[in-house]
Each structure stands twice: as C-alpha cells, then as structure tokens.
Nanobody, 123 residues
C-alpha cells in the first residue's frame, strides 16, 4: 500500500516557477514508477512526466520539455516536479501516481494516486 500526498501548488504569473512535491508512505517506494499527471476542468487526466525506479529514466510530455523537470529521492520517499517558464495553459490540478507495472503514459495503469494540488498560472 502506498499513500501519496502532493504539495507545492499555487497561483503564479506566466513565466514564473513552482516546485511540486509528492510524499509517499510505504517502505517499497523505490519499486514504483512514478508519474505526474494534470487535469484541467472538462478535460481528461493527462500525463506530464514520469520517472522510473532509478533516477535516470524519465519521460516528458512534449509541451513541457525543457521547462519541467521530474526527479525523485528514494531515501525521502518523495518525487518532485520543478516547473519553470509556466504558461496559462499549464493551469490544472496536478496529481502524482505510483505504478508497479504497466504503460507509463496510461493513467488507468497506475495503482495509487494523491489528492491533487491546484496550479493556476495567470497571464
């Protein structure tokens, strides 16, 4: 069982930065692939970035490449999403998810989810 808690969201002007954190309970955290997803009102949950069990294998949605960085600290049971050069279209509720196995880009394959944190980018 893994319990996930996101934090770090807020209101920021376009061009600004935020750092999201996702703290996980459970001693087997390092076994899970982790992902950050976002969901805007009226839209489906959409993958932003993923990171495998180590720290070197990452994947990013095209629209965030070069602006967002996903990282994890297995000793702290925490993953991060550093978001720079934010745009109004990044506005959404951001969720972290944990997966044992499956397709990284498919939210249905994730086993656990946090409650989400709101990110609002004003123009």
């Amino acid at each position: 069982q893994v319990h996930l808690v996101e934090s770090g969201g807020g209101l920021v002007q376009a061009g600004g930065s935020l750092r999201l954190s996702c703290a996980a309970s459970g001693r087997t955290f390092s076994r899970y692939a982790m992902g950050w997803f976002r969901q805007a009102p009226g839209k489906e949950r959409d993958l932003v970035a993923t990171i495998m069990w180590g720290t070197t294998h990452t994947y990013y949605k095209d629209s965030v490449k070069g602006r967002f960085t996903i990282s994890r600290d297995n000793a702290k049971n925490t993953i991060y999403l550093q978001m720079n050069s934010l745009k109004p279209e990044d506005t959404a509720v951001y969720y972290c998810g944990a997966m044992i196995s499956g397709i990284l880009t498919n939210p249905s394959d994730y086993d656990y989810w946090g409650q989400g944190t709101q990110v609002t980018v004003s123009s």
